[in-house]
């Protein structure tokens, strides 16, 4: 896993947009972190792309992945632990309704999910490829689990819980 940075000025981006695009369809991305910096003088977006590199395939010119994401090595131990149980709802869902798993979340979204410490809907809809469609069908279970394993509910104005 690697790390790549970038800057995207607010005027002006074609040719930073483009190295972008070019990056992002070279690799297998597992996340990207993006922020507003708010320059008087050049605005500008900023972001951190978290990476495997893809090395070139067969001789149709496929592309393929160099290594799988093993997430033991990527999450720490509590983290991945959380993960775990993740991917276990994930599966029992899936199979309810005659799904493969990766059809309600990626393995790169629940890491997402356990790394951003995703204890809202809000928060769940930050991630990369969780709709709106997503989170009305399966968000409150997962937040359930999320919610329980990290160890709080969070204030809400619909519960009045506490955190």
């Known amino acids: 896993m690697q790390f790549r940075f970038f800057a995207i000025p607010a005027l002006d981006a074609?040719?930073?947009e483009e190295e972008l695009n070019r990056f992002l369809r070279g690799h297998r991305i597992l996340a990207v972190d993006r922020r507003w910096v708010d320059r008087a003088d050049a605005p500008l977006w900023a972001l951190c792309v978290q990476y495997l590199d893809r090395v070139a395939g067969t001789a149709g010119g496929e592309v393929r992945l160099r290594e799988k994401v093993d997430f033991r090595e990527v999450l720490n131990q509590a983290d991945f632990a959380v993960f775990s149980k993740l991917r276990e709802l994930r599966k029992a869902m899936?199979?309810?309704e005659g799904l493969p798993p990766y059809a309600l979340f990626t393995n790169e979204q629940l890491?997402?999910?356990v790394t951003r410490k995703a204890i809202t809907l809000a928060a769940l809809g930050q991630i990369e490829g969780v709709g709106a469609a997503r989170l009305e069908k399966y968000?409150?279970?997962?937040l359930k689990v999320l919610q329980t394993v990290i160890g709080h509910t969070p204030s809400t104005p619909e519960t009045g819980g506490a955190s």
């Not at 968000?139 to 997962?142: I, K, L, S, V």
């Open 139 to 142: 968000g409150e279970a997962f």
């Open 111 to 113: 890491a997402a999910m």
């Open 14 to 16: 074609a040719g930073a």
């Open 94 to 96: 899936a199979e309810k």
